[in-house]
C-alpha cells in the first residue's frame, strides 16, 4: 500500500513535467485519490472493503491517466502543428528576404553612382545628402540583418527539440526511466494486432518492503533504479521492457515460451544478487532475489486473460521460492 501511495504521487510529478499546461486539474484529482486512500488505510471507515477501495482506485486511476494522456496528445499535435505552420511562415519570409537582399545590392550601387556624380560635380550639399541617406539605408538594413532571423529559426527549433523531448517523457517511468505503463500498453496492441509471437514475463521483488523500512525510501528507489538498468542490458532490440508498478517491471520477448523460459532464467539471475547503493558517507549492500512469471500469448485472448495467467506463474515461482 505505501508502494501505491508513493506511485500516485510519482505520477502527479511526472504528468506536471510531461505537460504542465493541462496537468493541474490532474494533479488535484490524483492527490484527491492519494489522501482518500491514505486516510482509509490509516483509519478504516465504515462502507467498502479496503480491497474494494484499492480495485476502485484503480479504475479511477486508469480513468485519469486515460484522460490526461489523450489531451495531452492532442496538446501536444495542436502545439506541433503552430510550430511547423510558423516554421514553413519563417520559411516563405526567408525567401522574400532573398528578394530584398537584391533590392538592397540594386540601391547600394545606385547610391554609389550618385555618390560618384556628386564627387565629380564638386557638389558637397549633394555629397552630404547622399551620404546622410546611405547611413540610413545601412541601418534599415542593420535592422532587417539576417542574425536577428537566425536566432528566431534556432529559437523555434529548440522549441521543436523541447516539444520532442516532452513526448518521450510521456512514455517513461521517471523513477527508472524505463518505459512506462502506458507505452506498455501501446506496444502490446502493436504486436497483436501485428499477429506477432511473443511473451510476457512479470518480475517480482521479494521483500522489498523490508528494504524501505530498513534503508528508506532513496536507498529501495535506487535499487529500483539499478534493476530497471540491469534488465535493460538483458534484452534485444526488438524486445520491450517497462516498469509495472511499485516494485514489478515487465519485459515482452519476442520468441516461443520454451526460449523464453530459459531466457527468464538467465535475467532473474542476472537481476539477483547484491545491489550497492552509495548512501551518506558510507556504502550499503541489498541482496535483492526476483520472482519471475511467464506465460505466451495465444491469439485471440484478451490481455487481461495473458496477464492472469502471467500472475499466476509469477506466485507459483515465489510460493516455491519461500518454500524452498
Known sequence: MECYLSAILGIAEAIDAVSPEISPSYHERLTRLHASLA?????????????????????VLHEILGDFSGKARHNNQTLARDLNQTLDMMARTEDSRSVRNVQYVE?????????D?????????????????????????????????????????????????????????PLTGVANRRELDRELAARVAGQQEFCILLFDLNGFKAVNDQYGHLCGDEVLKQLGA???????????????????FVAILACEQAHAETRS???????????????????????????????????????????????????????TATSG
Open 39 to 59: 486516510e482509509h488505510t490509516a483509519a478504516p471507515l465504515p462502507g467498502p472493503s479496503l480491497a474494494q477501495s484499492l480495485e476502485d482506485s484503480r479504475q
Open 107 to 115: 540601391r547600394l550601387v545606385d547610391f554609389a553612382d550618385q555618390v
Open 117 to 173: 556624380a556628386a564627387i565629380r560635380a564638386g557638389d558637397l550639399p549633394r555629397l552630404t545628402r547622399q551620404t546622410s541617406e546611405l547611413r540610413g539605408f545601412a541601418e534599415s538594413i542593420e535592422l532587417d540583418s539576417h542574425d536577428a532571423f537566425a536566432r528566431l529559426r534556432k529559437k523555434m527549433i529548440e522549441i521543436q527539440l523541447r516539444l520532442h523531448e516532452a513526448e518521450l517523457l510521456a512514455t517513461l517511468d
Open 230 to 248: 540491469r534488465l535493460g542490458g538483458q534484452v534485444r532490440a526488438r524486445d520491450f521492457v517497462c516498469r509495472w508498478g511499485g516494485d514489478e
Open 265 to 319: 532464467r538467465q535475467i532473474a539471475a542476472r537481476l539477483n544478487g547484491p545491489y550497492h547503493i552509495n548512501g551518506e558517507g558510507h556504502e550499503v549492500h541489498v541482496d535483492i532475489a526476483v520472482s519471475v512469471g511467464l506465460a505466451q500469448y495465444a491469439p485471440g485472448e484478451s490481455l487481461a486473460q495473458l496477464f492472469r495467467r502471467v500472475d499466476e506463474s509469477m506466485y507459483r515461482n515465489k510460493d
